[in-house]
């Protein structure tokens, strides 16, 4: 049972510092759910408004913290996700953009803690993916018409936009680039034959 306290105490301390608490007396807005079988620590409860109402739920595998639901602005709607891997780091973070209590975007984050990447739903059934290097957007992927093809392809040089191609056939292909120059120059291209450089 020491090693049970012991392990909820990590964990609070865990919660605490992913949900911004910053009072001592927050620890006791805590309720930690115990497996019957095995006393193994699942779960981690928690008021962060102090208003009587879990906002907070940590799902745990004793110690180890694996997802972090969050109500942010306490209507009731899960509106956040954390996913956390084997050794404890933040993985990757779901968000409700419509607040409807489904995850309509991620971030991924990077080995140093940067973002990596990030999916985003367009809101017809496609999906737009941006790549980072070093926190900073490198090139992005898009199906903007939902059919479940890339249909958009946009690279960047610095964080600056330096070429979007197009399919404009729907042919899985781009058959239209339009080249940004650093000088603020605007070049468009019609390909013909095969995809181009993107």
Partial sequence: MCQNGAAVRRASMLLLTAACACSSEAETNIEPVYDAATGRLELLKYDSRGQG???TWSYMNGSRILRIEMDRDGDGTIDR????DA?????KVGY????DGRVDAWVHQAPDGSI???????????????????GVLAEVEEDSDGDGRIDRWETYDGGRLASLALD???????????LYG???NVRVEVVED???DR
């Fill in 194 to 196: 095969g995809p181009p």
């Fill in 87 to 91: 050794s404890g780091a933040l993985e």
């Fill in 81 to 84: 996700w954390e996913y956390y």
């Fill in 116 to 134: 990596g990447r990030r999916d985003t739903s367009t809101g017809n059934g496609g999906m737009r993916t941006e790549r980072y290097e070093q």
């Fill in 96 to 99: 409700s953009r419509a607040n």
């Fill in 53 to 55: 109402r879990v906002d």
């Fill in 168 to 178: 404009t056939q729907q042919a899985g292909r781009p058959d239209r680039r339009i």
């Fill in 182 to 184: 650093a000088d603020g």
